[in-house]
């Protein structure tokens, strides 16, 4: 076809690869001589279940271009003005659904390619250089994130959080749960700068702190496995704001993986099997981040430029209070809606950069 010049083969090629497996699939497991196989039943009702998610839109989308072209055929020799109009609604209406349809695909090839289909994930959040500004706009972030996620109708999850005498946080982390999580706010891990006059600063001067954010994709426990001999478990009480019961059960956990060294501790349940089941879902994120990392790397070497390392270190948005504006410097991105943002409205930042993402992914695909 001369459009498929326009847009990258591999990605067609390989649609309509899966797309006819899975017509393969659908006949199989119709057949009498294949359901007799119980065995051979199971493992083609596995293999159809993970081509459907692509596969079943993508039929959609062929089954509309089919369509559009007879709906034209038909507005094109049709006489009647009458008629002539019916055919160009039902073309307009089909056009509008096979747009839908297209982005749907988009965001499941995106998802696939750039690893975003993740059902949930782990947002640790740490004030920086700034004192006790910064453990407040650690604070505040940790508010606009869940702020977000009630917008969006995801779940939040406190996991475990460190606060200061003034109400801010020296660190926090937290579960996000909910359809397109992970690929709205898989660019939220670095540096994230703020400008404004602090609640401590008595003669109105601007400060400038930071906070940073790590990202982490939550895995399935069968992505991960924790071995229970590579464990060390230690409980003690949970100390500092909670309350006398926190401080007079050993309710805290503190688990130390020893094949790589990493510590998470969890004392924000009062129940220490609590703690452990949350401290042992905080570990399990580490790990995967570790294993992922090696995988960004070479996923960046072959993209035009990285929207972000994902590390801490890496300064990614400046949120300036006086001029009510937010800066996202990896893509040169400025809005002056902080005020709407901090309150959560943060689609308008994560879509800009997932559409950059996507671009370089997908191209104009």
Known sequence: MASRSVH????????????????????????????????????????????????????????????????????????????????????????????????????????RLAGTDHASLILEVRAGTGGDEAALF???????????????????????????????????????????????????????????????????????????????????????????????????????????HQNKTESAVRLTHKPTGLVVVCRDERSQHRNRAKALRLLRSRLYEMIQEQARAERAQTRRTLIGTGDRSQRIRTYNFPQNRVTDHRIGLTLYNLDRIIQGDLDPVTTALIEHDRREQLGDL
């Not at 649609?15 to 497996?21: N, Q």
């Not at 839109?57 to 007879?70: A, F, K, M, T």
């Not at 749960?177 to 898989?186: I, K, P, S, T, Y």
């Open 138 to 244: 650690a604070r505040d972030l940790v508010e606009m994130y869940r702020r977000y996620s009630e917008l969006k109708g995801w779940t939040f999850e406190p996991l475990e959080f460190v606060p200061t005498e003034l109400g801010g946080f020296k660190e926090a982390s937290f579960s996000i749960a909910g359809e397109g999580a992970f690929r709205h706010l898989q660019f939220e891990s670095g540096g994230h700068r703020v400008q404004r006059v602090p609640e401590t600063e008595a003669q109105g001067r601007i400060h400038t702190s930071l906070a940073t954010v790590a990202v982490l994709a939550e895995p399935e426990e069968l992505d991960i496995v924790i071995r229970a001999e590579d464990l060390e478990t230690d409980v003690m009480r949970a100390g500092g704001p909670g309350g006398q």
């Open 8 to 111: 990258p083969p591999t990605v067609f090629d390989r649609l309509e690869t899966e797309y006819r497996r899975f017509q393969e699939l659908e006949a199989a497991l119709i057949d009498p001589a294949v359901m007799s196989d119980p065995v051979r039943v199971a493992a083609l009702v596995k293999e159809r279940g993970a081509l459907a998610r692509l596969a079943v839109p993508y039929g959609r989308y062929r089954d509309l271009n089919l369509q559009i072209e007879e709906a034209r055929r038909l507005a094109d020799s049709e006489s009647e003005p009458e008629l002539r109009a019916y055919a160009a609604s039902e073309v307009a209406l089909l056009e509008e659904e096979q747009a839908s349809v297209a982005d749907q695909l988009r965001d499941l090839l995106y998802d």
